[in-house]
Nanobody, 126 residues
Framework: QVQLVESGGQWVPAGGSLGLSCQAS????????VAWFRQAPGSEREFVAG????????IYANSVKGRFTMSRDNAKNTVYLQMTNLKPDDTAVYYC???????????????????WGQGTQVTVSS
């Protein structure tokens, strides 16, 4: 079992940058698939970026590709999301999710993840 705690969300102006962190507790975090999702008011939770198990190359949603960078530090049990050129449409609660047995093809499906953080609010003003 793993517990996830996100941090770093805040208000930023459009065009600005922001970094989020997700600290995990528990052992063998490097064996988990880990992803960032976000949810805006009135919208479904959507995939932002994720690492497949044992894979060091993150996968991004088209909407954030080229602007967001996801990284992980297994020694610190932490994943990061560096966001640049933020847009008002990026406003959402950002969640970290993890699963130890996720089928690779389900990486983008929120319903397939067993573990979630509490979320951190990112607000981008125009």
């Amino acid at each position: 079992q793993v517990q996830l705690v996100e941090s770093g969300g805040q208000w930023v102006p459009a065009g600005g940058s922001l970094g989020l962190s997700c600290q995990a507790s528990g052992r063998a975090f490097n064996t988990y698939t880990v992803a960032w999702f976000r949810q805006a008011p009135g919208s479904e939770r959507e995939f932002v970026a994720g690492f497949k198990r044992f894979n060091s190359n993150p996968i991004y949603a088209n909407s954030v590709k080229g602007r967001f960078t996801m990284s992980r530090d297994n020694a610190k049990n932490t994943v990061y999301l560096q966001m640049t050129n933020l847009k008002p449409d990026d406003t959402a609660v950002y969640y970290c999710a993890a699963d130890q047995n996720l089928i690779t093809s389900y990486l983008r499906l929120a319903s397939e993840y067993d573990y979630w953080g509490q979320g951190t609010q990112v607000t981008v003003s125009s």
